[in-house]
Protein backbone atom coordinates (compact mmCIF):
# COMPACT_ATOMS: atom_id res chain seq x y z
CA UNK A 1 0.00 0.00 0.00
CA UNK A 2 2.90 2.21 1.42
CA UNK A 3 4.26 1.61 -2.20
CA UNK A 4 1.56 2.05 -4.20
CA UNK A 5 0.93 5.57 -2.48
CA UNK A 6 4.82 6.09 -3.28
CA UNK A 7 4.32 5.80 -7.04
CA UNK A 8 1.23 7.23 -7.29
CA UNK A 9 2.99 10.58 -5.62
CA UNK A 10 5.86 9.82 -7.63
CA UNK A 11 3.67 9.67 -11.19
CA UNK A 12 1.91 13.14 -9.90
CA UNK A 13 5.45 14.71 -9.76
CA UNK A 14 6.79 12.87 -13.13
CA UNK A 15 3.62 14.71 -14.37
CA UNK A 16 4.31 18.43 -12.73
CA UNK A 17 7.85 18.26 -14.28
CA UNK A 18 6.31 17.27 -17.60
CA UNK A 19 3.98 19.93 -18.11
CA UNK A 20 6.65 22.28 -16.45
CA UNK A 21 9.23 21.13 -19.78
CA UNK A 22 6.06 21.51 -22.14
CA UNK A 23 5.75 25.44 -21.29
CA UNK A 24 6.87 27.69 -23.96
CA UNK A 25 9.42 30.70 -23.34
CA UNK A 26 9.99 33.66 -25.85
CA UNK A 27 11.76 36.24 -26.30
CA UNK A 28 11.07 39.99 -26.97
CA UNK A 29 13.11 42.66 -29.28
CA UNK A 30 11.91 45.08 -32.03
CA UNK A 31 12.80 46.03 -35.69
CA UNK A 32 12.17 48.83 -37.21
CA UNK A 33 11.80 48.80 -40.69
CA UNK A 34 12.01 52.51 -42.35
CA UNK A 35 9.68 53.21 -45.17
CA UNK A 36 10.60 56.43 -47.43
CA UNK A 37 7.47 58.36 -47.03
CA UNK A 38 5.02 59.08 -47.95
CA UNK A 39 4.42 55.67 -48.57
CA UNK A 40 0.55 54.10 -47.30
CA UNK A 41 -0.19 50.72 -47.88
CA UNK A 42 -2.95 49.05 -46.66
CA UNK A 43 -2.65 45.20 -47.92
CA UNK A 44 1.10 43.42 -47.29
CA UNK A 45 2.76 40.30 -48.17
CA UNK A 46 5.45 38.46 -46.50
CA UNK A 47 7.78 36.67 -48.72
CA UNK A 48 11.01 35.59 -47.29
CA UNK A 49 13.08 37.98 -47.22
CA UNK A 50 10.66 40.35 -49.18
CA UNK A 51 7.59 42.22 -47.78
CA UNK A 52 5.37 43.71 -50.87
CA UNK A 53 3.20 46.58 -49.92
CA UNK A 54 0.54 47.88 -51.86
CA UNK A 55 0.17 51.57 -52.52
CA UNK A 56 -3.70 52.14 -53.51
CA UNK A 57 -2.79 55.66 -54.42
CA UNK A 58 -0.18 55.12 -56.82
CA UNK A 59 -1.05 51.26 -57.84
CA UNK A 60 2.22 50.14 -57.32
CA UNK A 61 3.85 47.30 -54.90
CA UNK A 62 6.44 48.19 -53.35
CA UNK A 63 9.09 45.50 -52.93
CA UNK A 64 10.87 46.29 -49.19
CA UNK A 65 14.00 43.66 -48.12
CA UNK A 66 13.60 43.02 -44.46
CA UNK A 67 17.26 41.13 -44.22
CA UNK A 68 18.70 44.57 -46.25
CA UNK A 69 16.17 47.16 -44.53
CA UNK A 70 15.66 48.51 -47.79
CA UNK A 71 13.34 49.07 -50.65
CA UNK A 72 14.60 47.14 -53.27
CA UNK A 73 12.07 47.30 -55.92
CA UNK A 74 8.72 48.18 -57.60
CA UNK A 75 5.89 47.21 -59.29
CA UNK A 76 3.60 49.15 -61.43
CA UNK A 77 -0.28 47.76 -61.66
CA UNK A 78 -1.32 48.28 -64.77
CA UNK A 79 -4.96 49.76 -64.52
CA UNK A 80 -8.09 47.53 -64.16
CA UNK A 81 -10.00 47.43 -67.31
CA UNK A 82 -13.34 47.70 -65.09
CA UNK A 83 -12.05 50.66 -62.98
CA UNK A 84 -14.21 52.70 -64.77
CA UNK A 85 -17.09 51.49 -63.70
CA UNK A 86 -17.21 51.66 -59.97
CA UNK A 87 -14.88 50.74 -56.95
CA UNK A 88 -10.86 50.48 -58.74
CA UNK A 89 -8.43 49.35 -57.25
CA UNK A 90 -6.87 46.28 -56.18
CA UNK A 91 -8.81 44.55 -53.53
CA UNK A 92 -6.06 41.76 -53.28
CA UNK A 93 -2.47 40.40 -54.67
CA UNK A 94 -0.76 37.24 -54.33
CA UNK A 95 3.19 37.10 -55.07
CA UNK A 96 3.63 33.72 -56.57
CA UNK A 97 6.94 34.95 -58.36
CA UNK A 98 8.63 37.65 -60.65
CA UNK A 99 6.45 35.85 -63.68
CA UNK A 100 2.94 35.61 -62.13
CA UNK A 101 1.68 38.14 -59.61
CA UNK A 102 -1.76 37.39 -58.72
CA UNK A 103 -4.29 40.45 -58.60
CA UNK A 104 -7.93 41.03 -57.62
CA UNK A 105 -10.15 43.53 -58.19
CA UNK A 106 -13.70 43.96 -58.22
CA UNK A 107 -14.27 42.51 -61.60
CA UNK A 108 -11.52 40.42 -62.31
CA UNK A 109 -8.72 38.56 -61.89
CA UNK A 110 -5.18 39.01 -63.55
CA UNK A 111 -1.79 37.84 -63.71
CA UNK A 112 1.08 40.51 -64.43
CA UNK A 113 5.05 39.87 -64.21
CA UNK A 114 7.25 42.25 -62.48
CA UNK A 115 7.34 44.47 -65.72
CA UNK A 116 3.47 45.34 -65.23
CA UNK A 117 2.45 43.40 -68.45
CA UNK A 118 -1.13 41.52 -68.30
CA UNK A 119 -1.11 38.07 -69.34
CA UNK A 120 -4.10 37.02 -67.81
CA UNK A 121 -6.99 37.98 -67.36
CA UNK A 122 -10.78 36.86 -65.98
CA UNK A 123 -14.27 38.75 -65.55
CA UNK A 124 -15.64 38.07 -62.57
CA UNK A 125 -19.01 39.29 -60.19
CA UNK A 126 -20.87 40.60 -63.75
CA UNK A 127 -19.66 43.85 -63.98
CA UNK A 128 -22.33 46.40 -65.77
CA UNK A 129 -24.98 44.46 -64.33
CA UNK A 130 -27.77 46.06 -61.95
CA UNK A 131 -27.34 43.63 -59.46
CA UNK A 132 -24.24 41.47 -58.03
CA UNK A 133 -24.46 37.58 -58.65
CA UNK A 134 -26.00 35.12 -56.17
CA UNK A 135 -21.92 34.59 -54.86
CA UNK A 136 -19.14 37.45 -55.31
CA UNK A 137 -15.54 36.39 -55.35
CA UNK A 138 -13.51 39.00 -53.03
CA UNK A 139 -11.32 40.00 -50.59
CA UNK A 140 -14.00 41.20 -47.78
CA UNK A 141 -12.84 43.78 -45.54
CA UNK A 142 -8.75 42.88 -46.62
CA UNK A 143 -8.21 40.03 -44.51
CA UNK A 144 -8.93 36.93 -46.78
CA UNK A 145 -6.43 37.35 -49.47
CA UNK A 146 -6.04 35.36 -52.89
CA UNK A 147 -3.72 32.33 -52.70
CA UNK A 148 -2.58 30.39 -55.24
CA UNK A 149 -1.17 26.70 -55.06
CA UNK A 150 1.70 25.58 -57.84
CA UNK A 151 0.94 21.72 -57.62
CA UNK A 152 -3.20 21.75 -58.31
CA UNK A 153 -2.62 24.88 -60.29
CA UNK A 154 -5.56 26.57 -58.93
CA UNK A 155 -6.52 30.32 -57.46
CA UNK A 156 -7.91 30.45 -54.25
CA UNK A 157 -10.15 33.02 -53.16
CA UNK A 158 -13.20 34.16 -50.84
CA UNK A 159 -16.72 34.19 -52.06
CA UNK A 160 -19.93 35.32 -49.86
CA UNK A 161 -23.69 35.38 -51.09
CA UNK A 162 -23.87 39.01 -53.35
CA UNK A 163 -27.54 38.83 -52.58
CA UNK A 164 -28.23 38.18 -48.50
CA UNK A 165 -26.90 40.87 -46.23
CA UNK A 166 -24.64 39.69 -43.23
CA UNK A 167 -27.60 40.19 -40.71
CA UNK A 168 -29.46 37.59 -43.11
CA UNK A 169 -29.17 34.11 -41.71
CA UNK A 170 -28.93 32.71 -45.09
CA UNK A 171 -25.78 34.43 -46.05
CA UNK A 172 -24.11 32.23 -43.14
CA UNK A 173 -25.18 29.25 -45.63
CA UNK A 174 -22.84 29.88 -48.54
CA UNK A 175 -19.78 28.13 -48.48
CA UNK A 176 -16.46 30.78 -47.36
CA UNK A 177 -13.78 29.95 -50.32
CA UNK A 178 -13.73 28.60 -53.65
CA UNK A 179 -11.48 27.44 -56.44
CA UNK A 180 -10.80 28.20 -59.88
CA UNK A 181 -8.60 25.97 -62.10
CA UNK A 182 -6.57 28.04 -64.13
CA UNK A 183 -7.08 25.44 -66.79
CA UNK A 184 -10.23 26.16 -67.37
CA UNK A 185 -10.75 29.34 -65.32
CA UNK A 186 -14.47 27.69 -63.45
CA UNK A 187 -14.83 28.52 -59.95
CA UNK A 188 -15.86 25.86 -57.60
CA UNK A 189 -16.79 26.24 -54.10
CA UNK A 190 -15.08 24.55 -51.21
CA UNK A 191 -16.52 22.37 -48.80
CA UNK A 192 -15.86 24.76 -46.03
CA UNK A 193 -18.75 26.82 -43.85
CA UNK A 194 -19.54 28.71 -40.95
CA UNK A 195 -19.48 27.47 -37.43
CA UNK A 196 -23.07 26.00 -36.32
CA UNK A 197 -22.97 29.53 -34.21
CA UNK A 198 -23.63 31.99 -37.16
CA UNK A 199 -26.22 29.76 -38.51
CA UNK A 200 -28.40 30.08 -35.42
CA UNK A 201 -27.40 33.30 -34.32
CA UNK A 202 -26.44 37.28 -35.04
CA UNK A 203 -23.36 37.82 -34.35
CA UNK A 204 -22.94 41.24 -35.36
CA UNK A 205 -19.92 42.51 -36.63
CA UNK A 206 -17.99 39.50 -35.54
CA UNK A 207 -18.19 38.25 -38.56
CA UNK A 208 -15.28 38.25 -40.83
CA UNK A 209 -13.49 34.74 -41.63
CA UNK A 210 -9.62 34.31 -41.87
CA UNK A 211 -8.03 31.75 -44.28
CA UNK A 212 -3.92 31.02 -43.21
CA UNK A 213 -2.24 28.34 -46.09
CA UNK A 214 0.31 25.72 -44.58
CA UNK A 215 1.67 23.22 -46.96
CA UNK A 216 -0.95 21.26 -47.62
CA UNK A 217 -4.00 22.91 -45.48
CA UNK A 218 -6.26 26.08 -45.71
CA UNK A 219 -6.51 26.88 -41.99
CA UNK A 220 -9.98 28.93 -41.40
CA UNK A 221 -10.72 31.02 -38.33
CA UNK A 222 -13.82 32.91 -37.61
CA UNK A 223 -14.78 36.04 -35.64
CA UNK A 224 -16.77 34.55 -32.89
CA UNK A 225 -15.77 30.81 -32.21
CA UNK A 226 -12.68 29.47 -30.99
CA UNK A 227 -13.55 26.65 -33.23
CA UNK A 228 -11.38 26.63 -36.50
CA UNK A 229 -11.94 24.40 -39.68
CA UNK A 230 -8.77 22.64 -41.63
CA UNK A 231 -9.05 21.87 -44.96
CA UNK A 232 -6.60 19.61 -46.97
CA UNK A 233 -6.00 20.95 -50.65
CA UNK A 234 -5.14 17.71 -51.95
CA UNK A 235 -7.08 15.09 -50.77
CA UNK A 236 -10.37 17.33 -49.32
CA UNK A 237 -10.32 16.36 -45.83
CA UNK A 238 -11.79 18.53 -43.32
CA UNK A 239 -11.17 18.35 -39.84
CA UNK A 240 -13.06 21.01 -37.51
CA UNK A 241 -11.62 21.52 -33.56
CA UNK A 242 -11.24 23.99 -31.00
CA UNK A 243 -8.31 26.10 -30.80
CA UNK A 244 -9.03 28.28 -27.67
CA UNK A 245 -6.42 30.56 -25.69
CA UNK A 246 -6.40 29.76 -22.43
CA UNK A 247 -6.70 33.23 -21.04
CA UNK A 248 -10.02 33.57 -23.16
CA UNK A 249 -12.07 34.49 -19.91
CA UNK A 250 -15.63 34.99 -21.20
CA UNK A 251 -17.87 33.08 -24.03
CA UNK A 252 -19.09 34.95 -27.10
CA UNK A 253 -22.23 36.09 -26.47
CA UNK A 254 -24.57 37.06 -29.56
CA UNK A 255 -26.27 39.81 -30.41
CA UNK A 256 -30.12 40.86 -30.98
CA UNK A 257 -31.02 41.02 -34.36
CA UNK A 258 -33.09 44.11 -33.14
CA UNK A 259 -29.33 45.86 -33.04
CA UNK A 260 -28.80 45.51 -36.48
CA UNK A 261 -28.82 48.52 -37.75
CA UNK A 262 -27.04 50.32 -34.59
CA UNK A 263 -23.91 50.86 -35.11
CA UNK A 264 -22.94 52.00 -31.50
CA UNK A 265 -24.72 48.97 -30.40
CA UNK A 266 -22.47 46.81 -32.51
CA UNK A 267 -19.05 48.25 -31.94
CA UNK A 268 -19.75 47.32 -28.05
CA UNK A 269 -20.33 44.19 -28.89
CA UNK A 270 -17.10 43.97 -30.70
CA UNK A 271 -15.87 45.58 -27.25
CA UNK A 272 -17.64 43.40 -24.78
CA UNK A 273 -16.39 40.08 -26.34
CA UNK A 274 -13.80 37.75 -27.54
CA UNK A 275 -13.08 38.06 -31.06
CA UNK A 276 -10.68 35.37 -32.69
CA UNK A 277 -8.75 37.26 -35.74
CA UNK A 278 -6.23 35.41 -38.14
CA UNK A 279 -4.09 32.17 -37.68
CA UNK A 280 -0.28 32.92 -38.41
CA UNK A 281 1.51 30.05 -40.05
CA UNK A 282 5.13 29.56 -38.70
CA UNK A 283 6.77 27.52 -41.12
CA UNK A 284 10.35 27.95 -39.39
CA UNK A 285 8.80 26.18 -36.36
CA UNK A 286 5.92 23.99 -37.52
CA UNK A 287 3.34 25.90 -35.26
CA UNK A 288 0.86 28.12 -35.29
CA UNK A 289 0.30 31.51 -33.70
CA UNK A 290 -3.70 32.57 -33.11
CA UNK A 291 -4.64 36.17 -32.54
CA UNK A 292 -7.50 36.72 -29.56
CA UNK A 293 -8.77 40.38 -29.10
CA UNK A 294 -10.09 39.42 -25.71
CA UNK A 295 -12.79 40.20 -24.17
CA UNK A 296 -13.17 43.73 -22.46
CA UNK A 297 -15.77 45.97 -19.85
CA UNK A 298 -16.85 48.65 -21.71
CA UNK A 299 -16.69 50.56 -17.89
CA UNK A 300 -13.87 50.17 -15.67
CA UNK A 301 -14.36 50.39 -12.13
CA UNK A 302 -12.94 53.94 -11.63
CA UNK A 303 -16.20 55.13 -14.28
CA UNK A 304 -13.78 56.04 -17.61
CA UNK A 305 -14.59 53.55 -20.14
CA UNK A 306 -12.82 51.54 -22.76
CA UNK A 307 -12.99 51.24 -26.55
CA UNK A 308 -11.90 48.51 -29.17
CA UNK A 309 -8.45 49.77 -29.26
CA UNK A 310 -7.94 48.98 -25.71
CA UNK A 311 -8.67 45.52 -26.00
CA UNK A 312 -5.81 42.73 -25.17
CA UNK A 313 -4.27 41.33 -27.99
CA UNK A 314 -3.18 37.52 -26.95
CA UNK A 315 -1.65 35.79 -28.89
CA UNK A 316 -1.53 31.40 -28.11
CA UNK A 317 0.62 29.12 -29.91
CA UNK A 318 -0.44 26.07 -31.23
CA UNK A 319 1.93 23.26 -32.20
CA UNK A 320 1.38 21.41 -35.80
CA UNK A 321 -1.37 19.41 -34.26
CA UNK A 322 -2.83 22.05 -32.39
CA UNK A 323 -2.49 21.34 -29.38
CA UNK A 324 -2.18 24.70 -27.60
CA UNK A 325 1.50 25.50 -26.19
CA UNK A 326 1.31 28.73 -24.90
CA UNK A 327 -0.65 31.99 -24.68
CA UNK A 328 0.78 35.25 -24.20
CA UNK A 329 -1.08 38.51 -23.51
CA UNK A 330 0.65 41.75 -25.57
CA UNK A 331 -1.36 44.15 -24.38
CA UNK A 332 -3.17 46.84 -26.41
CA UNK A 333 -0.03 48.48 -28.63
CA UNK A 334 -0.43 45.63 -31.46
CA UNK A 335 -2.31 46.35 -34.92
CA UNK A 336 -2.84 42.52 -35.31
CA UNK A 337 -3.19 42.83 -38.71
CA UNK A 338 0.25 43.79 -39.69
CA UNK A 339 1.71 40.41 -38.38
CA UNK A 340 3.51 37.30 -39.90
CA UNK A 341 6.26 34.43 -39.18
CA UNK A 342 9.78 34.78 -40.30
CA UNK A 343 13.00 33.16 -39.76
CA UNK A 344 13.69 35.61 -36.42
CA UNK A 345 10.29 34.97 -35.39
CA UNK A 346 6.53 36.44 -35.46
CA UNK A 347 6.58 39.98 -36.45
CA UNK A 348 3.76 42.06 -35.14
CA UNK A 349 3.74 46.04 -35.52
CA UNK A 350 3.36 48.17 -32.78
CA UNK A 351 1.53 51.34 -32.47
CA UNK A 352 3.54 54.76 -32.58
CA UNK A 353 3.70 57.82 -32.99
CA UNK A 354 4.74 57.35 -36.51
CA UNK A 355 1.53 54.89 -36.90
CA UNK A 356 -1.57 56.90 -38.26
CA UNK A 357 -4.73 54.89 -38.90
CA UNK A 358 -6.81 56.33 -41.21
CA UNK A 359 -9.15 54.06 -43.37
CA UNK A 360 -7.75 51.26 -43.18
CA UNK A 361 -4.30 52.31 -44.14
CA UNK A 362 -1.07 52.87 -42.34
CA UNK A 363 1.14 56.13 -42.92
CA UNK A 364 4.13 56.00 -41.65
CA UNK A 365 7.86 56.89 -41.67
CA UNK A 366 9.65 53.60 -39.76
CA UNK A 367 7.07 50.71 -38.81
CA UNK A 368 7.97 49.28 -35.45
CA UNK A 369 7.36 45.57 -34.80
CA UNK A 370 7.81 43.56 -32.12
CA UNK A 371 9.61 40.35 -33.05
CA UNK A 372 8.63 37.48 -30.63
CA UNK A 373 10.57 34.44 -30.84
CA UNK A 374 9.02 31.13 -29.38
CA UNK A 375 11.31 28.22 -28.28
CA UNK A 376 9.01 25.89 -29.72
CA UNK A 377 12.04 23.36 -29.17
CA UNK A 378 11.41 22.74 -26.01
CA UNK A 379 7.74 21.86 -26.29
CA UNK A 380 5.99 18.83 -27.03
CA UNK A 381 5.74 18.57 -31.01
CA UNK B 1 -64.29 44.40 -7.91
CA UNK B 2 -62.37 47.91 -7.46
CA UNK B 3 -60.04 46.48 -5.78
CA UNK B 4 -58.99 43.88 -8.40
CA UNK B 5 -59.43 46.32 -11.11
CA UNK B 6 -56.78 48.55 -9.13
CA UNK B 7 -54.16 45.32 -8.88
CA UNK B 8 -54.84 44.51 -12.18
CA UNK B 9 -54.05 48.35 -13.15
CA UNK B 10 -50.67 48.31 -11.23
CA UNK B 11 -49.15 44.76 -12.15
CA UNK B 12 -49.87 46.37 -15.83
CA UNK B 13 -48.04 49.10 -14.75
CA UNK B 14 -45.29 47.79 -12.94
CA UNK B 15 -45.06 45.50 -16.23
CA UNK B 16 -45.15 47.85 -18.49
CA UNK B 17 -42.05 49.75 -16.42
CA UNK B 18 -40.40 46.28 -16.75
CA UNK B 19 -40.52 46.02 -20.29
CA UNK B 20 -39.41 49.45 -20.95
CA UNK B 21 -36.29 49.05 -23.15
CA UNK B 22 -33.01 49.86 -21.07
CA UNK B 23 -31.62 53.71 -22.09
CA UNK B 24 -28.14 52.28 -23.08
CA UNK B 25 -26.51 55.36 -23.79
CA UNK B 26 -27.75 57.78 -21.07
CA UNK B 27 -25.19 57.67 -18.74
CA UNK B 28 -22.33 57.99 -21.24
CA UNK B 29 -23.97 61.01 -22.90
CA UNK B 30 -24.43 62.31 -19.41
CA UNK B 31 -20.75 62.23 -19.25
CA UNK B 32 -20.54 65.24 -22.09
CA UNK B 33 -21.21 67.56 -19.21
CA UNK B 34 -18.11 66.46 -17.22
CA UNK B 35 -16.11 66.13 -20.06
CA UNK B 36 -17.03 69.73 -20.96
CA UNK B 37 -15.95 71.04 -17.38
CA UNK B 38 -12.98 68.78 -16.86
CA UNK B 39 -11.09 69.03 -19.87
CA UNK B 40 -12.00 72.31 -21.25
CA UNK B 41 -13.36 74.36 -18.35
CA UNK B 42 -16.62 75.04 -19.73
CA UNK B 43 -19.92 75.03 -17.88
CA UNK B 44 -23.74 74.82 -18.89
CA UNK B 45 -25.68 77.03 -17.48
CA UNK B 46 -28.46 77.76 -20.19
CA UNK B 47 -30.58 75.24 -22.07
CA UNK B 48 -27.68 74.33 -24.46
CA UNK B 49 -27.49 71.58 -27.48
CA UNK B 50 -23.94 70.07 -27.56
CA UNK B 51 -23.37 68.14 -30.98
CA UNK B 52 -20.55 66.08 -31.00
CA UNK B 53 -19.12 65.46 -34.37
CA UNK B 54 -17.06 62.46 -34.92
CA UNK B 55 -14.85 63.85 -37.38
CA UNK B 56 -11.79 61.25 -36.79
CA UNK B 57 -14.47 58.34 -38.19
CA UNK B 58 -14.51 57.22 -41.87
CA UNK B 59 -17.87 58.98 -43.78
CA UNK B 60 -19.57 59.89 -40.58
CA UNK B 61 -19.11 63.47 -40.96
CA UNK B 62 -20.09 63.18 -44.57
CA UNK B 63 -22.58 65.89 -46.72
CA UNK B 64 -25.59 64.35 -45.73
CA UNK B 65 -24.97 64.00 -42.01
CA UNK B 66 -23.60 67.32 -41.67
CA UNK B 67 -27.45 68.94 -43.51
CA UNK B 68 -29.32 66.66 -40.94
CA UNK B 69 -27.88 68.03 -38.20
CA UNK B 70 -28.40 71.63 -39.84
CA UNK B 71 -31.92 70.70 -40.37
CA UNK B 72 -32.67 70.90 -36.62
CA UNK B 73 -33.32 73.77 -34.68
CA UNK B 74 -30.94 73.77 -31.44
CA UNK B 75 -31.84 74.78 -28.26
CA UNK B 76 -30.68 78.83 -26.80
CA UNK B 77 -26.78 78.11 -27.36
CA UNK B 78 -25.46 75.76 -29.01
CA UNK B 79 -21.90 73.95 -28.78
CA UNK B 80 -19.96 71.75 -31.10
CA UNK B 81 -17.22 68.93 -30.15
CA UNK B 82 -15.18 67.77 -33.11
CA UNK B 83 -13.45 64.52 -31.67
CA UNK B 84 -10.70 65.63 -34.07
CA UNK B 85 -9.45 68.49 -35.74
CA UNK B 86 -11.36 69.03 -39.18
CA UNK B 87 -10.97 72.11 -41.90
CA UNK B 88 -13.76 71.03 -43.99
CA UNK B 89 -16.04 70.12 -40.55
CA UNK B 90 -15.30 73.34 -38.77
CA UNK B 91 -15.78 75.73 -41.79
CA UNK B 92 -19.38 74.11 -42.18
CA UNK B 93 -19.99 74.89 -38.71
CA UNK B 94 -18.74 78.69 -38.93
CA UNK B 95 -21.17 78.93 -42.42
CA UNK B 96 -24.70 77.49 -40.60
CA UNK B 97 -24.27 78.48 -37.17
CA UNK B 98 -23.84 82.33 -36.26
CA UNK B 99 -23.40 81.86 -32.26
CA UNK B 100 -21.93 78.94 -31.14
CA UNK B 101 -18.69 77.40 -29.32
CA UNK B 102 -16.25 75.22 -30.64
CA UNK B 103 -13.81 72.81 -28.65
CA UNK B 104 -11.63 69.96 -30.33
CA UNK B 105 -10.56 67.34 -28.56
CA UNK B 106 -6.69 67.12 -29.53
CA UNK B 107 -5.65 64.83 -26.97
CA UNK B 108 -8.33 61.80 -27.85
CA UNK B 109 -9.86 61.54 -24.61
CA UNK B 110 -13.79 61.65 -25.53
CA UNK B 111 -13.24 57.68 -25.41
CA UNK B 112 -12.13 57.77 -22.18
CA UNK B 113 -15.78 59.37 -21.26
CA UNK B 114 -17.40 56.90 -23.26
CA UNK B 115 -18.02 59.30 -25.79
CA UNK B 116 -16.95 57.40 -28.72
CA UNK B 117 -19.60 56.66 -31.01
CA UNK B 118 -20.02 55.85 -34.47
CA UNK B 119 -22.60 58.02 -35.28
CA UNK B 120 -22.68 61.74 -34.69
CA UNK B 121 -24.57 62.87 -31.42
CA UNK B 122 -27.11 65.92 -29.98
CA UNK B 123 -27.55 66.32 -26.65
CA UNK B 124 -29.52 68.75 -25.49
CA UNK B 125 -28.59 69.84 -21.88
CA UNK B 126 -30.48 72.11 -19.55
CA UNK B 127 -28.73 73.60 -16.36
CA UNK B 128 -26.18 70.77 -16.40
CA UNK B 129 -28.80 68.16 -17.05
CA UNK B 130 -29.24 65.79 -19.79
CA UNK B 131 -32.83 66.57 -21.02
CA UNK B 132 -32.73 64.10 -24.63
CA UNK B 133 -30.45 63.18 -26.79
CA UNK B 134 -30.12 61.33 -30.49
CA UNK B 135 -27.62 60.04 -33.31
CA UNK B 136 -27.47 61.25 -36.50
Excluded at chain 1, 237 to 247: E, G, P, Q, V, Y
Amino acid sequence: MRIATFAFLLLLLTGCFNAKENEVSYTKYQDTITIPAPLSFSLFQYKHPLIYFLNGDSNQLFVFNLDQNRMVGRVQIPASPYNNIEFGGIHSFYVHNNDSIFLQDLYSFSIIDTSGKRKYNKIINSPGSNHWPAILYNNISGVFPIYYDTVLNKLFTRQYSGEKMMSEREFYAVKVEAQMDLRDSIMKELPVGYPVLYNKNYCGEANLVFREVADSTNIYSFMASPDIVIYNRYNGDIKRLTAKSRLQHKDFTPLSLHYSKEMNRKMDHLVENPLYMKIIYDKYRSCYYRILLNAKEIKNEDGSYNTFSDKDLIISVFDKNFRLLTDVNAGSNHLWDYSFATPKGLYILRISDNTHIKQATINGKDLIFDIITFDIGHARM
Amino acid sequence: MERILFSILLLLTLGMHACKPKDEYQERVQGVVKYLNKEHHFSIDDCTSVFLLEANKCNVCNAENLQKIAADVPLNKTVFILSAPDDSVSAFIDRTYADKKIFIDDKGILPRYGLSFMQNLRADICDGTLKSYHFY
